[in-house]
């Protein structure tokens, strides 16, 4: 690749990229506030100012150049420090303060706010223009974001958003010069699904999340990688929490997956990583005929004796989960009815489910498959098909053991029906829900934000969450829970972690076959051996 | 004894002229539409090139030059649009032409539309214009009726339309990457440069944008030995007559062809016929608000675009605004400031800022509240706008101010100083 | 919703360019020119979808240009330049003179419905300043007399 110099040193660059673009990818900041990757360059903010002392031609510019508009240039030499640059940084941050209320103390904005770490840098906090500032006003724009607009500084990245990116127009530039405002207009809210993007693409605390608002100063948490388990496609997030409790979901950028973007209903998933209420503190034994507190040895130990005494045919045995658990609990749960019971009678819903085809990338992310880890499911050769023939199949024999992971088959009655009848039903979840109602041992899993784990998504590609807060203390993640109970079976495989577990299953699953667990790093990698049919339909085109 | 040199306005400065196509054909008009159909258009782009001729909109960048970075073999349709926005305060010339003689202009349109390739020019009116609007409409329909316009115009094989296009407003639309968003439809707000218009200009094809009077200079450059004489009529480089539009306290305002060897001294005595009501000179804004303020005993310049570039002002368009000993300097600034304020698009932040900002600091100073401290602000807020902008507007507001403050200083002191 | 005559200066207006935002501009002034001299939503709307453009787009470019109008202006709307070579030689004053005659500040219409007063840039006609456009005239060299005489007929 062709490189220039900045501040001496060479950046690699695209034919065709400008000096920004190739700088921030390479991991150098030069201030900026208006350049967007994923947006059409507008030059506009001016802050990005650098001067180039020699255009690759020998000569230099005539005076300093927008970085974002720069055309780079074999042999070019770009100086992003010297005091001319500053000088330059310096004064349009003080037109940007001309008309800022500087109201940090109340901003969400505050501590995440270039124009904030800019006028402390370069400026002397306050402003020299004593006149009365433009008056805006806060407002609500949408469903899920609201607008100060006194803090607006004009850069019109929410324009070009809802104009490039989700094609809804429901933003513009009205009035112009020193009126010249980016709105919604004459008060209508926007109805787009992806209107937290606004609120983190806007660099100053303008468009801010109305769920977020005042709810915490942002240095004050915590980030996780993780991803979002709100449908299949598995956008890339951080997890932003403190004192153990989740606060807001970030995107995180990935290419491959989401680019910058997610929607707003993934975004309010945070609310379930707070959830008490109806979780499933500690494990549970049914005694004369009443679900009631044990401890985990009371747990196993029951099903250990239950299991011996009924002496269960393979075909007397039955695993249901959702799609929903992590790869390593599903290859788990697998290897419990394998190597415990010699059964492969293992199912989950498989739904026909929806993409949506789009000249906007952004609409083409939310899916209706709302669970993370359906493609590990097919990977893992679950059983299942669109109207769950081949399982009713099964249940109308005899069953003396069923394994219940998370919620499957909620809707479905009939099957529910059948199972409750079974001699030993054992569910592991996460939330209350109606197979613990049936269930004569339950244990308590974990969300996914308190383990880690990895979930393939609809592209087929495996990524992995981080543990961001910590799980009730009498829970344990359901990887392990699945690992100790087919220890308590008297098998001799024994799992300590998640790595562990995927290098197994690398072993012995044919899909995941040439992926290592290193591999997927923050950005995931993609199956090598994919499955054909996902059981996928397009939907139509959005307009 | 300055006097005027007749090429744009010879008929124009006949009392008997018919401005309709019959009357324009009779003093020898599309002759030279008639020759150009029989070069190639590389031929003519080059004629233009040698006739030294500079684009009469501001800039006063080479116009064969610009034609030649037309972006070639892309497979898109090029366009020509005429700027016709005129709205640079002081400058009313291009609507003298359209109005007097819009077939002079629109030959220039077809020959230059030709050498360039363009079979569907543009002619940018600002809105205002109602009575040009109707002029230039009426003589395309006379063209289209006479075959001059439409599919092979005398024969030549050549296709070529003409829209008049309205504005609705807006200063900024005379910048020409403006004028291009706002002719597709758009707020007319300047775009990033590059790519330049030559390679992505309307709807993304290439497209060259050039001044009224610009275009109405090539029937006479490409009549036969008009490159020659065009260059003859001024110094180096400066070549042609142009139109001056002459404002302020003179006693005979007015639209002026003079040749560029002409002094300032003599278009203001001698054309202008000198100060009103026996009063002094006290300055001249040369070339449109936006060009640096002369103060009375700098006129004895030629005026062109060199001579006054070296004495650190600028022709731009041509439009002198003169004003004397009774003009209050702080009031006249204060007015350039508001109307750079009113025109900024406001999408960068030096010009959406500094524009009000110091037009804010001027009305301190009327209102009494002027400091040294506030003088030196105005000063470096003009300063900030230089050079920082996305568009030339930055630079055309920062200018006034600048060089009102260095020249007229003790004029923005009498408001504060104390008696 | 167009009459037949304007429906035809759409069409021919849209034939004009190679798409159809193009016409946007002139297609707007057309109809705000029907409509009084203003535009409504519903107008806004209509020529939205005529020109394949969403609402928002169309709300962005009228407040951007200074010749639309949101509101209606009187039947004559006096557009006084005061810019600078018009300011020059009493452009101000006359504006003055004629907020002070009409009662109305620039910007305004009087109650009778019959006179807006509009404060302009420069309106390209600065060597006979100062200059003032009615309607769709231009006067030039107008001194405050003249502009009585002018309301004087106007209104009559
Ligand atoms: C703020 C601004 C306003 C301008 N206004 C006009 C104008 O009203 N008419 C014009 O012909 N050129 C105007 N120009 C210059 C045009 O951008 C462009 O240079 C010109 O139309 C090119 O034509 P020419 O080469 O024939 O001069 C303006 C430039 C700027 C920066
Ligand atoms: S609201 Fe935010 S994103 Fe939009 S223009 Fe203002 S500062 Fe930029
Ligand atoms: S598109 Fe799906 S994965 Fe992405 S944020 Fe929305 S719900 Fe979550
Ligand atoms: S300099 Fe002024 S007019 Fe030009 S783009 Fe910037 S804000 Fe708009
Ligand atoms: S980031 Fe370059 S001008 Fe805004
Ligand atoms: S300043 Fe009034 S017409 Fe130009």
């Known amino acids: 690749?062709?490189?220039?110099?900045?501040?001496?040193?060479?950046?690699?660059?695209?034919?065709?990229?400008?000096?920004?673009?190739?700088?921030?990818?390479?991991?150098?900041?030069?201030?900026?506030?208006?350049?967007?990757?994923?947006?059409?360059?507008?030059?506009?903010?001016?802050?990005?100012?650098?001067?180039?002392?020699?255009?690759?031609?020998?000569?230099?510019?005539?005076?300093?150049?927008?970085?974002?508009?720069?055309?780079?240039?074999?042999?070019?030499?770009?100086?992003?420090?010297?005091?001319?640059?500053?000088?330059?940084?310096?004064?349009?941050?003080?037109?940007?303060?001309?008309?800022?209320?500087?109201?940090?103390?109340?901003?969400?904005?505050?501590?995440?706010?270039?124009?904030?770490?800019?006028?402390?840098?370069?400026?002397?906090?306050?402003?020299?223009?004593?006149?009365?500032?433009?008056?805006?006003?806060?407002?609500?724009?949408?469903?899920?974001?609201?607008?100060?607009?006194?803090?607006?500084?004009?850069?019109?990245?929410?324009?070009?958003?809802?104009?490039?990116?989700?094609?809804?127009?429901?933003?513009?530039?009205?009035?112009?010069?020193?009126?010249?405002?980016?709105?919604?207009?004459?008060?209508?809210?926007?109805?787009?699904?992806?209107?937290?993007?606004?609120?983190?693409?806007?660099?100053?605390?303008?468009?801010?999340?109305?769920?977020?608002?005042?709810?915490?100063?942002?240095?004050?948490?915590?980030?996780?990688?993780?991803?979002?388990?709100?449908?299949?496609?598995?956008?890339?997030?951080?997890?932003?929490?403190?004192?153990?409790?989740?606060?807001?979901?970030?995107?995180?950028?990935?290419?491959?997956?989401?680019?910058?973007?997610?929607?707003?209903?993934?975004?309010?998933?945070?609310?379930?990583?707070?959830?008490?209420?109806?979780?499933?503190?500690?494990?549970?034994?049914?005694?004369?005929?009443?679900?009631?507190?044990?401890?985990?040895?009371?747990?196993?130990?029951?099903?250990?004796?239950?299991?011996?005494?009924?002496?269960?045919?393979?075909?007397?045995?039955?695993?249901?989960?959702?799609?929903?658990?992590?790869?390593?609990?599903?290859?788990?749960?697998?290897?419990?009815?394998?190597?415990?019971?010699?059964?492969?009678?293992?199912?989950?819903?498989?739904?026909?489910w929806g993409q949506s085809e789009s000249d906007f990338f952004i609409n083409t992310l939310i899916t209706t498959d709302k669970t993370p880890n359906r493609a590990g499911a097919l990977a893992l050769k679950i059983k299942g098909d669109e109207k769950n023939a081949k399982l009713k199949k099964v249940i109308e024999g005899e069953l003396k053991v069923v394994f219940i992971l998370g919620n499957p088959f909620e809707a479905e009655s009939e099957i529910k029906e059948i199972i409750k009848r079974t001699q030993l039903v054992v569910h592991l979840g996460v939330f209350h829900n109606s197979w613990g109602e049936i269930a004569d041992v339950v244990l308590p899993g974990q969300y996914y934000s308190e383990k880690e784990g990895t979930y393939t998504n609809k592209h087929q590609r495996v990524q992995s969450t981080e543990i961001a807060i910590q799980a009730l203390r009498r829970t344990r993640p359901e990887w392990q829970i699945l690992a100790e109970l087919l220890q308590s079976l008297g098998q001799t495989s024994c799992f300590d972690s998640v790595p562990q577990v995927f290098a197994a299953m690398v072993q012995e699953a044919k899909a995941f076959s040439g992926v290592s667990f290193d591999e997927i790093g923050s950005l995931g990698i993609e199956l090598k051996n994919k499955t054909k049919d996902t059981g996928m339909k397009v939907l139509v085109k959005q307009a | 004894m300055a006097e005027e040199t007749l090429v744009l306005f010879k008929n124009i400065r006949n009392p008997k002229y018919d401005k309709s196509l019959a009357g324009y054909k009779r003093s020898g008009g599309f002759k030279s539409l008639k020759k150009v159909f029989g070069m190639k258009p590389e031929e003519v782009v080059q004629e233009v090139k040698e006739s030294g001729l500079r684009g009469r909109g501001g800039a006063g960048f080479p116009t064969g030059l610009k034609w030649s970075f037309m972006a070639k073999g892309t497979g898109k349709p090029s366009y020509l649009i005429a700027n016709a926005d005129e709205s640079e305060p002081g400058t009313c010339k291009d609507r003298e032409l359209m109005l007097k003689d819009p077939h002079?202009?629109?030959?220039?349109?077809?020959?230059?539309?030709?050498?360039?390739?363009?079979?569907?020019?543009?002619?940018?009116?600002?809105?205002?214009?109602?009575?040009?609007?109707?002029?230039?409409?009426?003589?395309?329909?006379?063209?289209?009726?006479?075959?001059?316009?439409?599919?092979?115009?005398?024969?030549?094989?050549?296709?070529?339309?003409?829209?008049?296009?309205?504005?609705?407003?807006?200063?900024?639309?005379?910048?020409?990457?403006?004028?291009?968003?706002?002719?597709?439809?758009?707020?007319?707000?300047?775009?990033?440069?590059?790519?330049?218009?030559?390679?992505?200009?309307?709807?993304?094809?290439?497209?060259?944008?050039?001044?009224?009077?610009?275009?109405?200079?090539?029937?006479?450059?490409?009549?036969?030995?008009?490159?020659?004489?065009?260059?003859?009529?001024?110094?180096?480089?400066?070549?042609?007559?142009?139109?001056?539009?002459?404002?302020?306290?003179?006693?005979?305002?007015?639209?002026?062809?003079?040749?560029?060897?002409?002094?300032?001294?003599?278009?203001?005595?001698?054309?202008?016929?000198?100060?009103?009501?026996?009063?002094?000179?006290?300055?001249?804004?040369?070339?449109?608000?936006?060009?640096?303020?002369?103060?009375?005993?700098?006129?004895?310049?030629?005026?062109?675009?060199?001579?006054?570039?070296?004495?650190?002002?600028?022709?731009?368009?041509?439009?002198?605004?003169?004003?004397?000993?009774?003009?209050?300097?702080?009031?006249?600034?204060?007015?350039?400031?508001?109307?750079?304020?009113?025109?900024?698009?406001?999408?960068?932040?030096?010009?959406?800022?500094?524009?009000?900002?110091?037009?804010?600091?001027?009305?301190?100073?009327?209102?009494?509240?002027?400091?040294?401290?506030?003088?030196?602000?105005?000063?470096?807020?003009?300063?900030?706008?230089?050079?920082?902008?996305?568009?030339?507007?930055?630079?055309a507001a920062a200018m006034p101010i600048q060089s009102f403050v260095n020249k007229f200083p003790e004029e923005f002191r009498k408001y504060y100083a104390t008696l | 919703m167009f009459s037949e005559d304007i429906q035809a200066q759409v069409d021919n207006l849209l034939c004009r360019y190679p798409i159809k935002q193009n016409a946007l501009i002139p297609i707007l002034l057309l109809v705000q020119k029907e409509n009084e001299g203003w535009l409504t939503e519903e107008w806004m709307q209509h020529v939205a979808d005529i020109c394949e453009v969403p609402l928002t787009h169309i709300e962005g470019v009228v407040t951007f240009y200074t010749m639309f109008r949101l509101k209606r202006p009187g039947r004559y709307h006096l557009q006084i330049c005061t810019c600078v070579p018009c300011c020059l030689v009493g452009g101000t004053e006359l504006l003055e003179h004629t907020e002070k005659k009409l009662e109305i500040q620039a910007g305004h219409t009087t109650d009778d419905g019959v006179f807006s007063i509009e404060e302009m840039e420069c309106i390209g006609a600065c060597s006979y300043a100062p200059a003032v456009i009615v309607n769709e005239d231009y006067h030039e060299q107008v001194t405050p007399e003249e502009m009585d005489k002018m309301i004087k007929e106007l209104r009559q």
Not at chain 1, 103 to 121: A, H, N, R, T, W
Not at chain 1, 154 to 171: A, K, L, P, V
Not at chain 1, 299 to 311: P, S, T
Not at chain 2, 207 to 225: H, K, Y
């Open chain 1, 1 to 352: 690749m062709p490189f220039f110099q900045i501040d001496g040193e060479p950046v690699e660059y695209e034919p065709g990229e400008k000096v920004l673009s190739a700088v921030l990818r390479s991991g150098k900041i030069i201030p900026h506030y208006c350049y967007h990757p994923g947006m059409s360059v507008v030059a506009t903010c001016r802050m990005c100012l650098v001067d180039v002392i020699d255009m690759g031609n020998g000569r230099p510019a005539p005076k300093l150049q927008t970085a974002c508009s720069l055309d780079a240039m074999e042999g070019m030499k770009v100086e992003t420090l010297n005091q001319k640059v500053e000088e330059g940084q310096k004064l349009v941050n003080e037109f940007l303060l001309v008309n800022h209320p500087l109201d940090c103390p109340v901003c969400d904005q505050s501590g995440e706010c270039i124009l904030q770490d800019y006028s402390f840098k370069y400026g002397s906090g306050k402003s020299e223009m004593d006149y009365s500032k433009r008056v805006n006003g806060w407002r609500d724009i949408g469903t899920f974001v609201a607008m100060e607009r006194n803090r607006c500084i004009q850069c019109s990245r929410c324009d070009r958003f809802t104009r490039e990116i989700t094609g809804t127009n429901e933003f513009g530039m009205f009035n112009r010069g020193h009126e010249l405002t980016l709105d919604t207009y004459a008060d209508r809210p926007m109805t787009n699904k992806f209107q937290g993007n606004m609120a983190d693409i806007c660099p100053v605390g303008a468009i801010t999340e109305k769920e977020f608002r005042f709810k915490r100063r942002v240095w004050k948490l915590k980030k996780n990688y993780s991803i979002c388990t709100g449908c299949s496609s598995g956008c890339n997030v951080t997890i932003e929490h403190d004192r153990n409790e989740v606060f807001r979901l970030k995107p995180h950028e990935n290419q491959n997956v989401n680019k910058w973007w997610l929607c707003d209903e993934g975004r309010l998933t945070y609310r379930m990583m707070n959830e008490r209420k109806t979780r499933i503190p500690r494990p549970l034994g049914r005694v004369e005929g009443n679900l009631e507190g044990v401890s985990w040895e009371e747990a196993y130990g029951a099903i250990v004796k239950r299991v011996k005494e009924l002496k269960p045919f393979p075909h007397e045995v039955l695993a249901l989960t959702d799609t929903r658990a992590s790869n390593e609990e599903l290859f788990l749960l697998q290897k419990l009815l394998k190597e415990g019971f010699s059964s492969d009678n293992i199912f989950c819903p498989l739904p026909k």
């Open chain 2, 104 to 395: 002079l202009f629109l030959e220039g349109l077809m020959i230059s539309s030709y050498a360039i390739g363009c079979h569907h020019a543009y002619v940018y009116v600002r809105g205002e214009f109602f009575p040009a609007i109707k002029t230039l409409n009426a003589a395309v329909g006379e063209l289209y009726a006479d075959g001059l316009l439409g599919t092979n115009p005398l024969g030549s094989g050549f296709k070529l339309d003409i829209t008049i296009h309205t504005g609705a407003g807006a200063y900024i639309c005379g910048e020409e990457s403006a004028l291009l968003d706002s002719l597709e439809g758009k707020r007319g707000q300047p775009r990033v440069k590059p790519p330049f218009p030559a390679v992505s200009g309307f709807n993304g094809c290439p497209t060259s944008v050039n001044n009224v009077e610009t275009l109405a200079c090539i029937p006479f450059i490409l009549s036969d030995g008009g490159a020659e004489a065009f260059k003859s009529f001024g110094p180096q480089n400066n070549s042609g007559t142009h139109l001056v539009s002459l404002s302020g306290h003179v006693n005979c305002p007015g639209v002026y062809e003079l040749r560029m060897d002409v002094s300032m001294k003599d278009i203001i005595y001698d054309i202008g016929g000198g100060i009103r009501d026996g009063k002094k000179l006290k300055g001249v804004i040369p070339g449109g608000s936006s060009s640096p303020v002369m103060k009375a005993d700098e006129v004895d310049v030629l005026y062109n675009f060199d001579d006054l570039a070296k004495i650190g002002t600028m022709l731009g368009s041509a439009a002198m605004m003169v004003f004397d000993e009774g003009t209050d300097i702080v009031k006249l600034l204060h007015r350039i400031t508001r109307f750079y304020a009113h025109e900024s698009c406001g999408q960068c932040t030096p010009c959406r800022e500094g524009t009000h900002w110091s037009s804010q600091i001027i009305q301190d100073f009327l209102r009494g509240n002027g400091s040294d401290e506030k003088l030196k602000r105005l000063y470096r807020v003009g300063g900030n706008m230089l050079g920082t902008t996305l568009c030339a507007l930055g630079d």
